[in-house]
Nanobody
Framework: QVQLQESGPGLVKPAQTLSLTCTVS??????????WNWIRQAPGKGPEWIGY???????YYNPYLTSRATISRDTSKNQFTLQLNSVTPEDTAVYYC????????????WGQGTQVTVSS
């Protein structure tokens, strides 16, 4: 069964770059017709889709975040990453990686999530 695990710093200072890694096991990020997504959920808010990288390496982003977000991958490690530039306290959230189409409710597998706080 596919498993995903997020990792990265839990605290980021304003105006700096948030960097997270999702490690995938039990499946390959380069095969099948799946997307590998990043989603976040701020305190008291619903989930927000950030973007994804496809099994072919194509990337797509939430229009509200496309200017700041970059998703890439390391196929040798079966990992994909998120970079979010110029962060503000509004970016404080639990960040998840997930497998599936670019619709939060339709993702079939999720990581446990990792808390990222933006603060000085």
């Amino acid at each position: 069964q596919v498993q995903l695990q997020e990792s990265g710093p839990g605290l980021v200072k304003p105006a700096q770059t948030l960097s997270l890694t999702c490690t995938v096991s039990g499946d390959s990020i380069t095969t099948d017709n799946y997307n590998w997504n990043w989603i976040r959920q701020a305190p008291g808010k619903g989930p927000e889709w950030i973007g994804y990288i496809s099994t072919s390496g194509s990337t797509y982003y939430n229009p509200y975040l496309t200017s700041r977000a970059t998703i890439s991958r390391d196929t040798s490690k079966n990992q994909f990453t998120l970079q979010l530039n110029s962060v503000t306290p509004e970016d404080t959230a639990v960040y998840y990686c997930a497998k599936g189409p670019p619709v939060v409710g339709r993702c079939s597998a999720w990581g446990q999530g990792t808390q990222v706080t933006v603060s000085s």
